[in-house]
């Protein structure tokens, strides 16, 4: 409590916002991608967004983040635009890749969203690299590394542990541990806790809340300060869940149910949003007021994706450019 | 070659400090192509690191794509599998993923190739499959003048370029330049003009095929050896232009023979310049096994002086 009060009502709002934009957005994509009128697979946050506002909020120009194939929150937090998003996802001239990435290739480099990364743990090399441009180039900047409690099974986190820890680079692992590992129960694959991983390394580490942003904030902000200040690494694990499936179409190719309906409905007791809400009203802000932003993110939702169905499709001819920089570089 | 390419990184290393030199023994210098960097420019931008290669990798790609011009040292070429992920899923991709928003001024380094009795975990040519990934830019330089200029130009290339060197085979091969040389990426050389019969090599080859040039020369045979240099991009005109000339090409290559870069430098001379052909192309490329250990069975897999001799009189005897 001590710590809501210490963070600005109009912070607090502005978080809800941005959640709830990510939400919005989201929701929208499901019935979008079921349709069959989306292209290839999306992977939603919904349940997740106070682990991307909450970070997001811990960073500033200068700083890099690499995503994972659930990208589309960790997008929209570092404040990449919703249209450009889903004209993205789309498949669009429009979009921001110019519909060469796609749902898990969504990234924004102004924004220092390195991306989403359609293989699993990627993303921590690329922001390895990215703390390591930092120490060298940039000291005070940081670099996140999102991933997921799948991407902690992968070796590069044990390699990125080491020499994150022996060269004290300004990075924060951030371990969104939603509880499924696609359609597998994480316990039932991952030995032990999972932050405890960073602790041989000599790296602090713990797990946090990840549905309360107030919580992830107040943990990010010390792992990303300890980064600026030379101090090394950190290790996050957020402990959320998936509210959605892992990719919207499962249903369309998998058997039956592979998690209890109960186990959801508890977990969204705990909506990420609606905790937010919460504390906001405690705090005195009205109802009306909440309402008004739920709104009008879905007014701004709405609004990205007639952008990007109003969007033409990509020339085919862009199809071969990109793929090198083609300016001679300077001697 | 290894003396060129040593210089390249010094005379690079002392023009931009945004390069730093990444790899396995990098201070040391097991090869000796980055001996001295580490007294030179300190230990803050000559990194020895743990055998990490999929996190080495990846990290290269991030750094490049953030600001900095890394050159990771992979040791040999067969590593690179190790490191497959971040080469062929992200520095092969990223750029044209994100439309073009990231560059990553990056070198992946390796010696490739056998002949020195390394195993067949040692000795591999991966060129061919580096070139299908399509996103990097692949050299091979043959000699040292080749080595210093193309390091130096892939260095200040802002693309991922993967830089495969024939580690110590490449010394008889002419001196290095001093100073400022720089051989633009894309550019293949005729190391040897002739009129009868073109030879493309790649790599060491290229030496194999200066020798086997020499031999011919003698019967009375005019061998002319192109080094395309560059793999990717393929300077095709020059390649071309060659057997247009000469109505006739054989293509030597350490990579192993199926769906490897002598086929697809056959396959294109096939498509741009049947007309002028006056014999079948032949290549002369690595048997389709892992290359074997001991000495005698190595040579009998890898192209040999010999078969190269075969492959061009073949061709000569078809008119």
Not at chain 1, 12 to 31: C, D, F, K
Not at chain 1, 168 to 190: A, D, K
Not at chain 1, 301 to 306: E, G, L, P, S
Not at chain 2, 255 to 271: D, F, H, T, V
Request: glycine residues 10%.
């Amino acid at each position: 409590m001590e710590l809501t009060t210490a963070i600005e009502t109009e912070t607090l709002t502005g978080w809800y916002r941005r959640m709830s934009l990510i939400r919005a957005v989201e929701e929208r994509l499901g019935p979008a991608s079921r349709s069959g009128e989306l292209p290839g697979p999306v992977h939603v946050s919904i349940g997740q967004e106070a682990i991307a506002v909450g970070v997001a909020a811990c960073m500033r120009p200068g700083d890099w983040a690499s995503s994972t194939h659930r990208g589309h929150g960790h997008f929209l937090a570092l404040g990449g635009d919703p249209k450009l998003l889903i004209a993205e996802i789309y498949g669009r001239a429009t979009g921001i890749c110019g519909g060469k990435g796609g749902s898990m290739h969504v990234a924004d480099i102004s924004r220092g969203m390195l991306g989403a990364n359609g293989i699993v743990g990627a993303g921590i090399g690329l922001a390895t690299g990215a703390a390591l441009t930092a120490k060298r180039l940039h000291p005070g900047s940081v670099a996140v590394a999102f991933f997921g409690d799948g991407g902690a099974n992968e070796g590069i986190l044990f390699e990125s542990l080491n020499l994150s820890a022996l060269w004290s680079l300004p990075l924060v692992f951030i371990c969104e541990n939603n509880g499924w590992s696609e359609f597998v129960r994480t316990e039932s694959l991952t030995r032990g806790q999972i932050s405890k991983r960073a602790e041989p390394f000599g790296i602090p580490n713990g797990q946090v809340d990840g549905n309360d942003i107030v919580a992830v904030f107040a943990e990010v902000s010390e792992a990303v300060e300890r980064a600026r200040a030379g101090l090394g690494p950190t290790f996050l694990e957020m402990l959320t869940y998936r509210t959605q499936g892992h990719v919207e179409s499962e249903l369309t190719f998998l058997p039956g149910a592979y998690r209890p309906d109960a186990e959801v409905e508890e977990w969204k007791l705990r909506d990420p949003i609606e905790l937010l809400a919460v504390r906001l009203r405690s705090t005195g802000v009205e109802s009306d007021t909440l309402a008004d932003i739920q709104g009008e993110v879905g007014l701004e939702a709405d609004a990205a994706f007639q952008f990007a169905r109003e969007s033409p499709m990509p020339d085919p001819a862009t199809a071969l450019k990109d793929v090198f920089v083609e300016a001679v570089p300077t001697a | 070659m290894i003396q060129a390419i040593n210089q390249a990184l010094h005379e690079e290393m002392a023009r931009d400090e945004r390069v730093v030199v990444i790899g396995e023994d990098v201070a040391i210098s097991i090869f000796g192509d980055t001996r001295g960097l580490a007294e030179t420019f300190g230990a803050d931008r000559v990194m020895d690191t743990p055998l990490s290669e999929a996190l080495l990798s990846g990290m290269t790609v991030g750094a490049a794509a953030t600001g900095l011009r890394p050159v990771l040292h992979l040791m040999f070429g067969n590593f690179l599998y190790t490191a497959w992920d971040a080469i062929a899923n992200q520095a092969a991709k990223l750029r044209y993923m994100t439309g073009g928003q990231i560059s990553m001024p990056l070198v992946f380094m390796a010696v490739f190739g056998g002949g020195r009795s390394q195993g067949a975990q040692h000795s591999d040519s991966m060129h061919s499959m580096l070139v299908n990934l399509a996103g990097l830019k692949v050299v091979t330089p043959a000699t040292p003048a080749d080595a210093k200029g193309l390091m130096k130009a892939a260095i200040r290339d802002d693309n991922p370029v993967v830089f495969l060197q024939s580690a110590g085979r490449g010394g008889e091969l002419g001196d290095i330049p001093d100073g400022e040389w720089v051989v633009p990426l894309g550019v293949a050389d005729v190391k040897r003009p002739g009129s009868d019969v073109t030879v493309v090599a790649i790599g060491a080859m290229v030496r194999l095929a200066m020798r086997a040039a020499e031999t011919l020369a003698a019967e009375g045979i005019s061998v002319e050896v192109v080094d395309p240099r560059t793999l990717r991009p393929l300077d095709t005109p020059t390649l071309v232009n060659s057997v247009r000339k000469t109505g006739r090409m054989v293509v030597v290559d350490e990579g192993r023979l199926s769906a490897g870069m002598a086929s697809e430098i056959a396959a294109i001379i096939a498509e741009e310049a049947f007309s002028s052909l006056r014999a079948r192309i032949r290549r002369v490329a690595a048997a389709d096994v892992p290359i074997p250990f001991s000495p005698d069975l190595e040579r009998a897999v890898l192209p040999s002086e010999q078969r190269l001799l075969e492959a061009i009189r073949s061709t000569i005897r078809a008119d």
